[in-house]
Nanobody, 125 residues
């Protein structure tokens, strides 16, 4: 059974940085997509970034391009989200997500079967 456990959420001031981590367990190979969504109060879930574990191909939401970086550890079982130049509008609960198998198909929540419990990021102005 696949399990995702996030960590690293915190409160920071605008312009600061945070690094989120997601430890993935239960996989037998690297043939799947893993990424991050976020949801702020009263807003829809937004796909922030995703990476195909097999070849490292990444994709980002326009709202975070140039500021956020998604990456994997050497074992490809932990995914990181480095967030720089944080803005108050980045405040949200961040969820680690994964599909069942295959490359990343897009930013729609329907593509991702497994979700972590979420970690809170708060950016103050």
């Amino acid at each position: 059974q696949v399990r995702l456990v996030e960590s690293g959420g915190d409160s920071v001031q605008a312009g600061g940085s945070l690094r989120l981590s997601c430890a993935a367990s239960g996989y037998t190979d690297n043939n799947n997509c893993i990424g991050w969504f976020r949801q702020a109060p009263g807003k829809e879930r937004e796909g922030v970034a995703r990476i195909f574990r097999r070849n490292g191909v990444t994709a980002y939401a326009d709202s975070v391009k140039g500021r956020f970086t998604i990456s994997l550890d050497i074992a490809k079982t932990t995914v990181f989200l480095q967030m720089n130049s944080l803005k108050p509008e980045d405040s949200a609960i961040y969820y680690c997500v994964a599909n069942v198998r295959g490359p990343c198909l897009g930013a729609s929540p329907q593509f991702y079967r497994t979700w972590g419990q979420g970690t809170q990021v708060t950016v103050s102005s």
